[in-house]
């Protein structure tokens, strides 16, 4: 074949020295494919419905790395109506000459070796978000089909492969006038638990990505469905600003107390760093970070610089301007963070992560660069914006007053726990197993299901804490309020958390939970779900990493029970139920019951065990953060103040009932 001077779209960023003599040559092979299918999980997280969404985005960031390295403009992503997917890019084109070590085309090492691409050679791309990932060969490996078809030197090139083994050689199969890649792959099923898209889950990682990486256009076409015009459902991202339009986003169901968005955008010891900044009237602070355009859930060395370089430029303005000088008492970082919605997104050519997820920088230079960028740029906004200033200062201020109450408040907690012995409020019916990792907790709602639950449960590993009523809305409230309510002060005493032990600040310490599993448990109605969202609110805002760590869950007890004489199934979806209906009638006399559970003080402790509490038969949604910026956003518009947007969002979301706002 001819020799192409062009580039491959395996992941990443900025090309740097010669970009054009992009070729086999560039193109280093690390290690083999063959552990790919025995141990998935290894590779992509899960091979449940992360895992599977986890394959799209790898192929879109081979997209979005020549998008970074200046060759590429837009992303079309297809779902299929066989539930396939296609990636498409006007980028280069993946290199189809022949590459000397591996005795085959660029394009199949790319697509049977793991670790295979441009990515790894320095003078091909700069910085790489894939190289977090697997690469598009994980894909391959994993797919019952993959199709990679490449537009370059005025041909069209295709290979077909199936479970990542090639189905032939590559061949030309006509000529073109556009360059760029397009990959089709099918998941296998016989890897995956399900093989279904979420259009949802793909729209908001795309989104992300456009904000990410600014000027890039990416679109997302579902062709299983149409609408009442005959229309594909179809989603399309765009950003001119990047993250400004992110921070704008986020933030649009709160009240901003400052006018502008402060935007950094700087080079500091190489590595490229951008962040948007904003202050509005919530008790939370809300920072998401990146790193090569991967949400780094755990933080690390570059969150660390943006903290370090705000709570000091923040506090040396503070000082000169006198506004502390009244103060009895000190200042920390957190009231420097409080109704802080902000985005850090840096680029480092060899990013290391450690932590549980891998999502923790641990770069040490990353710090200082940040910290560098945020202290200038923070510097001159807040010289050349006094008004804003003094707006945020004020803020900060008023965190630091409520701090102090909310630590007296907790230290009342923490005195009542030590003086009442066990220090477990009197509503918990605890388990007899002491090994925490055995151990679940269902938080029930109201007195009446409570105590059915008592009664159905495992007394050995399961205990139950009753929850009255709605909980406290943490949205909204102080943080002295959250921690005088009654109901939270319980669930903090039943799981044996504490909180505030670092420093004063509102870190969470895991180490003495006592349950593993804190299951939420509420009626399959409007009410049900609406103190499942206040609780989960809650465990988000103060106990994220109880999420992080894998503990929380959302009990699913059934919506009905269809009887015809001695025959009964229990059913969790309208599906299930027609099924039942039909299944339970057919061809038989008699009329076929159905009743609609609203409250789980309808069943009693028999069938609340069967349906809900056995570990054989239930089912538990267990809750995970895929985008703490996406949730991030969700709860501040369905807890917070603006009806419209949470009322638009409840009608499209819900399956069942009247929506009462």
Same mark, same amino acid.
């Given at each position: ?405 909310? +630590? ?187 009743? +609609? ?20 038969? +239930? ?43």
């Amino acid at each position: 074949m001819d020799n192409l001077n062009e580039e491959v779209n395996v992941n990443n960023t900025k090309a740097v020295g010669n970009s054009n003599e992009y070729s086999a040559d560039s193109i280093q092979v690390l290690e083999g494919l063959e552990a790919v299918r025995k141990r998935p999980a290894m590779y992509i997280g899960d091979t449940n419905i992360k895992g599977l969404h986890h394959l799209v985005y790898e192929v879109v960031d081979n997209s979005i790395d020549e998008a970074l390295a200046g060759h590429c403009k837009v992303i079309d992503a297809f779902i299929n109506e066989d539930g396939s997917i296609t990636v498409s890019d006007d980028g280069r084109g993946i290199p189809v000459d022949y590459h000397e070590k591996e005795k085959k085309s660029a394009l199949e090492v790319v697509l049977t070796v793991l670790h295979a691409g441009g990515k790894f050679d320095k003078d091909s791309y700069k910085v790489s978000g894939g190289l977090h990932g697997v690469g598009v060969s994980c894909v391959n490996a994993l797919s019952s089909y993959l199709k990679a078809e490449v537009y370059r030197n005025g041909k069209k090139y295709q290979q077909e492969f199936s479970i990542g083994k090639p189905l032939g050689n590559v061949t030309v199969v006509g000529d073109t006038d556009r360059t760029g890649t397009t990959i089709t792959f099918k998941p296998d099923a016989s890897i995956f638990t399900t093989v279904e898209y979420n259009f949802e889950i793909l729209e908001s990682r795309l989104r992300e990505l456009a904000y990410l990486n600014k000027k890039i256009r990416l679109t997302l076409t579902d062709k299983r469905e149409k609408d009442e015009n005959d229309n594909f459902r179809f989603a399309e991202f765009y950003s001119e600003e990047g993250l400004k339009e992110f921070v704008a986003f986020l933030d649009e169901n709160r009240e901003k107390i400052t006018e502008n968005i402060i935007n950094v955008e700087a080079e500091k010891a190489g590595v490229p760093v951008e962040i948007a900044l904003q202050y509005n009237n919530s008790y939370s602070e809300n920072v998401h970070s990146y790193v090569n355009n991967i949400n780094t859930i755990e933080g690390g060395t570059h969150l660390s610089g943006f903290r370090r370089g705000l709570t000091r430029t923040l506090k040396a303005y503070a000082e000169k301007s006198g506004m502390l000088a009244k103060l009895k008492f000190e200042i920390s970082g957190d009231d420097f963070r409080e109704g802080l919605t902000a985005v850090i997104s840096v680029k480092v050519q060899e990013p290391q992560f450690e932590g549980q997820t891998k999502t923790k920088l641990g770069n040490n230079d990353v710090m200082g660069a940040v910290d560098q960028a945020v202290s200038e740029a923070l510097g001159n906004y807040l010289e050349e914006n006094p008004r804003d200033a003094r707006i945020i200062v004020q803020k900060v201020i008023l965190a630091a007053t409520a701090r102090l109450a909310a +630590r007296k408040a907790r230290e009342l907690v923490q005195r009542k726990s030590v003086l009442s012995g066990s220090g477990l409020p009197g509503k918990l019916a605890d388990c007899a197993e002491r090994d925490a990792s055995l151990c679940e907790i269902y938080l029930v709602e109201g007195d009446s299901a409570g105590g059915t639950a008592k009664q159905g449960r495992d007394r050995k590993f399961q205990a139950i804490m009753p929850l009255r009523g709605k909980i406290l809305n943490v949205e909204k409230a102080m943080n002295h309020k959250i921690f005088e309510n009654e109901e939270i002060k319980n669930i903090f005493q039943a799981l044996g958390v504490s909180i505030g032990t670092i420093d004063d600040s509102m870190a969470l310490n895991l180490e003495k939970l006592r349950y593993h599993k804190v299951i939420i448990m509420t009626d399959a109605d409007i009410d049900g779900s609406h103190i499942t969202t206040l609780i989960m609110t809650f465990f988000f805002r103060h106990m994220q990493d109880l999420i992080a760590n894998g503990h929380l869950y959302v009990a699913t007890p059934p919506l009905y029970l269809i009887k015809r004489g001695q025959q009964e199934r229990y059913c969790w979806t309208e599906d299930d139920r027609q099924r039942a209906v039909e299944d339970l009638g057919k061809g038989k006399e008699g009329s076929v019951h159905i009743q +609609r559970y609203k409250g789980l003080g309808e069943m009693n402790a028999e069938q609340l065990w069967e349906t809900t509490m056995n570990p054989e038969k +239930r089912t538990l949604r267990q809750i995970t953060i895929d985008s703490a910026a996406e949730a991030d956003r969700i709860f501040s518009m369905l807890m917070g103040d603006d009806v419209p947007p949470r009322r638009e969002f409840i009608e499209k979301h819900a399956k069942y009932a009247k929506i009462d706002v």
